[in-house]
């Protein structure tokens, strides 16, 4: 949310296998994004991309990609179709922190940097790739670090803080749109839940989920809202009762939806 919100109409956004969320955060309807997850000919992409490859051309979402680190290039293919077409636009590149070692990575970085590409990367380091923790599958703790190797700002940020995060990007950002380049932002964040639904994550030290739910990034920033007297206790209630409603209308109405035709399966697809 703290990235999508300094994102303008125009603006695009990449996205990874985990991606409801960028895609709620950039504009996208939740009905239709619940009718493409469970396959639906209404969902965004008819039901053939489900939950890992939905695009909503229209919000600037290019696309979710189930292969790691496949959307960073096209993030910079998107950010110098931008340039080269004089617009002013950027482009929001989200990946994890596995991701980060893919050569897809360090290809799409050095060109955009020697480029001048108006892209913002934004790693989500969750601390996992799977099951294996960040310091079996890197030698680095900050990967905002590896900016220094392409000549371009690396920041860390609390990814738990929902304002710092907007800061950085603001930042970033601005530094993008006035033809000065891309820039990494880490954001340090957690992964709840196992990597998928059927993964107990047996692999967590014991305390490390509970230490990091204490520092839910929604709870927080609905607190500081509240100490500075910006919305009460009930108004906080208020929204996260609605929003939670809001997901499950989603749900309901996806679930009613049609199926795809057999006789269509061939089209808006490559073969
Ligand atoms: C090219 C490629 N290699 C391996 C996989 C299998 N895979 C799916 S998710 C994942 C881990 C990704 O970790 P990270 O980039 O940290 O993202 P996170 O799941 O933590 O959000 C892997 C290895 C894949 N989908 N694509
Ligand atoms: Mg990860």
């Not at 931008?82 to 002013?88: A, I, N, R």
């Not at 919305?231 to 809001?246: C, R, T, W, Y």
Request: net charge negative; glycine share 12%; aromatic share 8%.
């Amino acid at each position: 949310m703290g990235v999508c919100e300094v994102l303008k109409d125009g603006d695009f956004v990449t996205s990874t296998h985990r991606g409801h969320g960028h895609f709620l955060a950039k504009g996208g309807d939740p009905k239709l994004m619940m009718a493409e997850i469970m396959g639906r000919e209404t969902g965004y992409c008819k039901g053939k991309g489900g939950s890992m490859h939905i695009a909503d051309i229209s919000h600037g979402i290019i696309g979710a990609n189930g292969i790691v680190g496949a959307g960073i290039p096209i993030a910079a293919g998107a950010a110098l179709q931008l340039q080269m077409s004089g617009k002013d636009g950027v482009v929001a590149c989200f990946f994890g922190d596995a991701a980060s070692n893919q050569g897809t990575f360090h290809e799409a970085l050095n060109l955009a940097s020697l480029w001048k590409l108006p892209v913002v990367f934004i790693c989500e380091n969750n601390l996992y790739g799977i099951s294996v923790r960040q310091d079996r599958h890197q030698n680095i703790t900050n990967i905002a670090n590896r900016a220094i190797a392409y000549g371009i700002p690396g920041e860390v940020v609390d990814g738990t803080n929902v304002l710092a995060v907007y800061d950085a990007m603001a930042r970033a950002t601005k530094r993008a749109r006035g033809g000065d380049g891309p820039s990494l932002v880490e954001c340090k964040c957690y992964r709840w839940l196992g990597h998928h639904a059927g993964d107990p994550a047996h692999y967590r030290p014991a305390g490390e989920l509970e230490a990091w739910k204490e520092r839910c990034p929604v709870k927080l920033f609905g607190e500081r809202l509240i100490d500075n007297g910006i919305i009460d206790e009930q108004q906080s209630k208020q929204v996260l009762e609605s929003a939670a409603a809001e997901m499950l209308e989603a749900q309901a109405w996806a679930a009613q939806q049609p199926w795809p035709l057999p006789e269509k399966a061939l089209e808006d697809v490559y073969v």
